[in-house]
């Protein structure tokens, strides 16, 4: 499966940035999708995630502002971020996995496959 994820840029604080990830090749399976993002010189962390059956989790520092969405199991998958903080900017990456459990949703290893990550900058 390859993902590749798009819509970010540079955007002020305050404003709105949606970003998608669309997946191609053996698609035949019902994954579960997520957004991750790396600050400047901080690890990865969870953002949001969407189950195959469209349950939806969020990192409390984005609850609210964030929205994960999908159309059905298989369609991309995107993330609306609005009302953006300058803490915000990092680079998103989107992920799939075929066999998240719940406690793993949150988890680098509840996921197998990766984009390549996509900018978002927000300034002040």
């Known amino acids: 499966v390859q993902l590749q994820a798009s819509g970010g840029g540079l955007v002020q604080a305050g404003g709105s940035l949606r970003l998608s990830c669309a997946a191609s090749?053996?698609?035949?399976?019902?994954?579960?999708m997520a957004w991750f993002r790396q600050g400047p010189g901080s690890e990865r962390e969870f953002v949001a995630a969407?189950?195959?059956?469209?349950?939806?989790y969020y990192a409390d520092n984005v609850k609210g502002r964030f929205t994960i969405s999908r159309d059905n199991a298989k369609s991309p998958v995107h993330l609306q971020m609005n009302s953006l903080k300058p803490e915000d900017t990092a680079v998103y990456y989107c992920?799939?996995?075929?066999?998240?459990?719940?406690?793993?949703?949150?988890?680098?290893?509840?996921?197998?496959?990766w984009g390549q990550g996509t900018q978002v900058t927000v300034s002040s």
């Open positions: 090749g053996p698609t035949g399976s019902r994954y579960n």
């Open positions: 992920a799939a996995g075929s066999n998240t459990i719940t406690s793993t949703v949150r988890q680098n290893v509840g996921y197998n496959y």
């Open positions: 969407i189950r195959w059956n469209g349950y939806t």
